[in-house]
């Protein structure tokens, strides 16, 4: 088996790699992510991944440019439904380099992720599968979610703190912002 892997960021790829070395696949890490803005958070996530790729000797193939306005270009009509385009955009993406460079197979490191729809990027994955002619190999990853983020930190890899795109950096905001009432019970 050939896996290209798309890789979200570094942290969420730990236990990716780590779960699939250890049933003998070898991957080879692929960074595309239009959907990661302001551009200094873009930079840092890609240099996170690139100095961890290097750390765990890692093939790793850098995709793309900082995506701003593709990315806006294809949400923009349905904001809030938006997730949908970005795991279709960065799955097809994957699926098409993959095809196109002889890798048998792909996955993501987004299966990892508790706070990703799963189901629709199982949905995704398996569209751009098909589209490209090229294996979907699913795996759950999210067992291993809480251990990679504990050996992220302690390798001191730069962590987020929000989803990626620009609207999730405002939901953070909005999200601690409570009624009043309850932070006064708190
Ligand atoms: S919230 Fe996350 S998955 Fe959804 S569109 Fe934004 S970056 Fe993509």
């Known amino acids: ?5 798309h890789i979200c960021c570094g942290p969420c790829s730990i ?21 990661i803005h302001p551009f200094t958070e873009y930079r840092s996530r890609k240099n996170a991944l690139t100095q961890y790729a290097k750390s765990i000797d890692l093939a790793l193939t850098l995709q ?12 923009a009509d349905d904001i809030d439904n938006r997730c949908v385009k970005c795991y279709d955009m960065r799955m097809m993406e994957t699926a098409r380099y993959a095809a ?28 751009a599968a098909n589209a490209y002619g090229v294996a979907f190999l ?7 979610f809480k251990e990679g983020q504990e050996k992220a930190r302690e390798l001191e890899l730069y962590m987020q703190k929000y989803c990626g ?4 950096e405002e939901d953070r905001y909005k999200k601690k912002k409570k009624p009043a009432k309850q932070q006064l019970k708190e």
């Open 100 to 127: 196109e460079n002889g890798f048998t197979h792909f996955t993501s490191t987004l299966f990892v992720s508790p706070y990703q729809n799963h189901e629709q990027l199982i949905l995704s994955a398996e569209h």
């Open 138 to 144: 699913y795996r759950d990853f999210r067992p291993y």
């Open 15 to 35: 236990m990716c790699i780590k779960t699939l070395r250890d049933e003998g696949i070898e991957p080879h890490g692929f960074w595309f992510n239009p959907n």
């Open 1 to 5: 088996m050939r896996l290209l892997l």
């Open 64 to 75: 793309g440019e900082y995506g701003l306005r593709p990315f806006i270009g294809e949400v």
């Open 165 to 168: 795109c620009i609207f999730s």
